[in-house]
């Protein structure tokens, strides 16, 4: 587990500790010291912490023009335990959509695991965004997570989305995709 970096092709575009208006910013980083642990094994020290002992993540890109925001996930997504959608919704999602974010891409590739304990918390996220037009999407979910989520009924709420080459794409250009398609949805 601390070979899996979070991705960092648009570090270029994007610094999370480097933008104010980020629950990261400000955050130091060591490239040597291997502090933070899921179950006794060590993860890479760039992943942040927001308040979940088996759930990770790095935001990849906040963009406060488009109102989008792609957030990357490694670990377990264990809401039954640790309540994990509620910790991610109060410490990092109220604060993006305190600044406007209302579309949000997780990434979900590196979370082999997902316990569900309730929709509310996806509920009160889902009317929030679509009350400012905005959506949510989980890309790359490994298919027995999948499973557990839609095994919950939460994809009414968040849409899954299975775009493999999801890393060829500039920021920007992944939205626009994933926008795009879930506007013409919507017309249909």
Do not use: C
């Given at each position: ?72 996930l490694m670990g377990e997504w264990n809401d039954a335990i640790e309540n994990d959608i509620m ?52 890309l790359a979910m490994p298919e027995a997570t999948q499973h557990d989520f839609k095994k919950a ?26 926008d795009n398609e879930l506007m013409a949805r919507l017309k249909m």
């Amino acid at each position: 587990m601390h070979d899996i970096e979070p991705f960092y092709n648009w570090r270029h575009i994007y610094v999370s500790e480097e933008d104010e208006r980020s629950p990261f910013y400000g955050r130091d980083y060591s490239e040597f010291e291997y502090s933070q642990t899921i179950y006794n094994y060590y993860i890479h020290p760039q992943w942040d912490d927001f308040g979940s002992r088996t759930l990770y993540l790095k935001v990849l890109i906040a963009d406060y023009e488009e109102k989008y925001a792609v957030i990357e996930l490694m670990g377990e997504w264990n809401d039954a335990i640790e309540n994990d959608i509620m910790e991610l919704k109060r410490e990092v999602i109220d604060v993006f959509e305190s600044e406007g974010i209302f579309k949000f891409v997780l990434i979900a590739e590196n979370v082999l695991n997902f316990h569900s304990d309730g929709k509310e918390y996806y509920q009160e996220w889902y009317e929030e965004v679509t009350d400012e037009n905005g959506w949510i999407v989980v890309l790359a979910m490994p298919e027995a997570t999948q499973h557990d989520f839609k095994k919950a009924k939460l994809n009414q709420y968040v849409e899954l989305y299975d775009l493999a080459n999801w890393r060829t794409y500039k920021p920007f250009h992944l939205y626009k995709k994933i926008d795009n398609e879930l506007m013409a949805r919507l017309k249909m």
